[in-house]
């Protein structure tokens, strides 16, 4: 890893190094610090999910990095990737201006469920985005983005990845403008017309669309444009039946697809011979599928991976 400061400011690192000890350590050390920290933390945390313990230890050692000394603080603040502030009304200007001068190098940056005004809010919001040019990663479930604010996102000229799940402030246009995307999340959130919005982002590999009670078999045929597409999550969908995958055998990219505690038979479960590419599906808490219907799946498709926890049994390869 380069000098956070850049080259310009490599000489001063280095002599700061030589002169102060440890307290003073190049940026590369520091670096290989935090890894050695990171491994001793998910080791003594392996009882919970490595992934969850990764972002979490990442987050944690470098906000106890930042408190060593003014050096140390510099390197984790530069060397911060990841960002969940809390932001309420009255310090949504102030902190956002902290984030986008200090935080220079966020590629995942989360105000889920902060609450503020987005119409009061929009300049300042929009402001940051335009400091942040290298964020991948936006996450805003559960706040109160509007359509307004969205429009301003196609500013991100990295972004990737955006969570805009139990949103309820948005409804119109603005997100078929996300042309970039590659992994969106509309949990719990549903306007009419929402999937035909979605249909314009061709670059879509991960959809999670799970929550959202009016999507029916038929409405879900507007994503059959999305051939990227290898992921789709419709748990807890109630408007679907067993007639949805004939909408799914659309999506020739679709390796994973996830209906847990949806509506679906034994009859759907047969047609998942149509679904060519697929690999993988989840049906727990499908209370219509039997054992018997997972036996004759699972013999008519060998190489299937299918998760079914409904009676403490998992179906798989």
């Known amino acids: 890893m380069a000098s956070p400061l850049g080259l310009a400011g490599e000489s001063t690192w280095r002599y700061e190094c030589e002169t102060r000890g440890w307290s003073h350590l190049h940026p590369h050390l520091l670096d290989m610090v935090q890894e050695l920290l990171e491994d001793t933390y998910l080791l003594e945390a392996d009882f919970k999910s490595e992934l969850y313990w990764e972002d979490q230890s990442r987050i944690s050692m470098l906000k106890i990095m930042r408190c060593v000394n003014r050096h140390w603080c510099v390197w984790a603040t530069m060397a911060t990737q990841s960002l969940r502030p809390l932001i309420t009304i009255s310090s949504v200007k102030a902190r956002l201006d902290v984030i986008a001068t200090k935080f220079t190098n966020l590629t995942s940056l989360s105000l889920g469920r902060c609450w503020y005004d987005p119409i009061d809010s929009l300049l300042e919001w929009t402001q940051l985005l335009a400091r942040l040019p290298r964020l991948t990663h936006v996450d805003m479930a559960g706040s109160d983005i509007s359509d307004a604010g969205l429009l301003s996102l196609p500013a991100l000229p990295a972004l990737r990845k955006l969570d805009l799940g139990m949103c309820e402030n948005i409804g119109g246009e603005a997100l078929r403008h996300l042309t970039a995307l590659t992994s969106l ?133």
């Open 185 to 317: 999340s509309l949990r719990g959130t549903w306007w009419d017309g929402m999937l035909q919005q979605v249909k314009h982002l061709s670059r879509l590999v991960e959809v999670d669309l799970a929550g959202c009670d009016s999507i029916t078999d038929g409405t879900l045929v507007a994503l059959s444009g999305l051939q990227a597409l290898s992921s789709l999550s419709l748990d807890e969908c109630d408007g679907i039946t067993d007639d949805v995958f004939s909408s799914l055998a659309l999506l020739s990219s679709l390796t994973h697809v996830s209906l847990k505690f949806c509506p679906i038979s034994n009859l759907g479960l047969g047609q998942l011979v149509n679904l060519s590419s697929l690999t993988s599906v989840d049906v727990s808490g499908c209370s219509e599928i039997t054992m018997d219907g997972l036996r004759e799946c699972r013999a008519a498709l060998p190489d299937l991976d299918i998760v079914a926890i409904n009676t403490l049994e998992i179906v798989c390869p």
